[in-house]
């Protein structure tokens, strides 16, 4: 391994060697719970720093390669990732006892709560940047472990624990067809690396297999986009994770996954897999916003309206091309921030209401008119509702599946955001217009405050100049 190959992996040693750290101090110094959190904030501060400076594009080593797509991703991940650990600081269910148990969580946890999310983001990272099958294998079942772990992390609490099973069964359970397609890959190929899809010989005698071979390795990104018909873990896994381990789980995972799609599988067409793609997109998003319908905790709403917004990601990556990748990068970056700003509300009603049903939300507008006017902000958002970022995002994807043919998509892209108008305003109505039961105002902790009002900011200013965003996706792409 050369200096060079040492510089490109710099912001995923640095995180290694962060959260190995973090570990060593747990056993040490425990229940420390602020130093942790500020310790893994800060590692992944830098290490979006040493990802600008070892730029500069390339293949390392043969499976990862550096190059400006890879570093977008990286830098929204790293991102969010920070916001995820922010928010994490003043959940109230990690310092305090539940209702269902009397011990509370220990505070010796927290350097390993904050290890796991950066090894996490190691994954995550190795994952976008991967160009050979076997590293993006060993980057999902980093990312499965720590997210297996982290969504129990709750020990004492039933539903963490049930969330935890739901999610470590499925996971293996896809991750075990994909390691047989990537097997099927390297017989048909004799190789493991993605150029050997984009440049397989697509005879009538090779064509079947490395299909089949194909789609194998598809539900291995199913599972990580949630998309129907790998969804069914997504509501119950949501539910039961700590709420800044479902904001983590609705955002990070997904990016990636979409990432990676595109990385690997953008000429689907040339694998005639195009129409097959466009139903599960439609499908996606119908079951995943007639599902949110129905529900009344608001974890769960949000987890059936992720499974939707994927939906939406996959319209982009159908359209393909230029524009469809586009169309990805942008929605990516859009629901990771809106996403991360509706979670970040949902803590702080739940650490107030003591529950996540959506009856915590009744009356918010007089209990804390800022919290309600910010999570209309990003319902509004999420709905794709200008001149929020959410509606700069579906407009993307929508104009790119027009451009290239897939008017029937687009429309049934439209139709279900109509339908989520329901649900989301759902929440919206009961903020202004449904009296509480609990008349005392909210105090919203620091920390929530913080990322509340960066990710509206974000929000907001993404949706009003969508210029500098569209601009460095396009020269990402371009």
Request: hydrophobic fraction near 60%.
């Amino acid at each position: 391994m050369t200096l060079g190959h040492l510089s490109a992996l710099s912001p995923e040693l640095f995180l290694t060697i962060a959260a190995l750290g973090l570990l060593l101090a747990d056993a040490v110094w425990p229940g420390r719970r602020k130093t942790s959190v500020a310790v893994a904030i800060g590692a992944v501060l830098a290490a979006a720093v040493l990802l600008f400076k070892c730029g500069g594009d390339g293949v390392v080593l043969g499976m990862m390669a550096a190059d400006g797509m890879g570093r977008f991703f990286k830098l929204i991940l790293l991102g969010g990732m920070a916001l995820v650990l922010w928010m994490s600081l003043d959940y109230r269910a990690f310092r305090s006892s539940s209702a269902d148990r009397e011990e509370t969580v220990s505070e010796t946890a927290w350097g390993t709560y904050a290890a796991l999310l950066l090894l996490a983001t190691v994954g995550l990272l190795l994952l976008v940047s991967a160009v050979d099958f076997l590293l993006i294998v060993v980057a999902l079942e980093l990312i499965g472990v720590t997210s297996f772990i982290l969504t129990g992390f709750l020990r004492h609490d039933r539903r963490s624990n049930e969330a935890a099973i739901k999610y470590f069964l499925v996971g293996a359970f896809s991750s075990a067809l994909m390691i047989y397609g990537v097997s099927l890959l390297y017989g048909i190929t004799g190789s493991t690396a993605i150029r050997a899809v984009l440049e397989a010989d697509l005879g009538v005698a090779s064509r079947f297999p490395l299909i089949a071979a194909v789609l194998f390795i598809l539900v291995g990104f199913g599972f990580k986009l949630a998309m129907v018909p790998f969804h069914m873990w997504v509501p119950d896994a949501y539910e039961g994770a700590p709420t800044p381990i479902t904001a983590f789980l609705s955002v990070a995972p997904k990016a990636a996954a979409a990432g990676i799609l595109v990385r690997t599988f953008a000429a689907h067409g040339e694998l005639g897999l195009s129409s097959l793609l466009a139903v599960l997109a439609a499908v996606t998003m119908t079951v995943g916003n007639l599902a949110a319908l129905r529900q009344s905790n608001v974890k769960r709403l949000l987890a059936y309206s992720s499974i939707a917004q994927m939906g939406y990601v996959l319209v982009g990556f159908v359209a393909a091309g230029k524009l469809g990748i586009l169309s990805v990068l942008v929605y990516s970056a859009a629901y990771l921030v809106m996403n991360l700003g509706a979670f970040a509300c949902v803590i702080a009603v739940s650490n107030d209401a003591g529950m996540d049903d959506l009856m915590g939300f009744s009356g918010l507008s007089r209990r804390s008119l800022p919290l309600a006017l910010a999570t209309t902000v990003f319902m509004l958002s999420l709905t794709g509702i200008p001149p929020m970022v959410g509606f700069v995002g579906k407009f993307s994807v929508f104009a790119a599946a027009v451009a290239e043919g897939w008017v029937w998509l687009a429309v049934v892209g439209v139709i279900n955001s109509v339908i989520s108008l329901y649900y989301y305003f759902g929440i919206v109505h009961r903020m202004f217009f449904v009296d509480s039961e609990r008349p005392l105002r909210i105090s919203v902790a620091a920390s929530l405050v913080g990322c509340i009002s960066v990710t509206l900011l974000g929000t907001l200013a993404a949706g009003l100049f969508p210029g500098p965003l569209l601009e460095w996706v396009r020269r990402v792409v371009l």
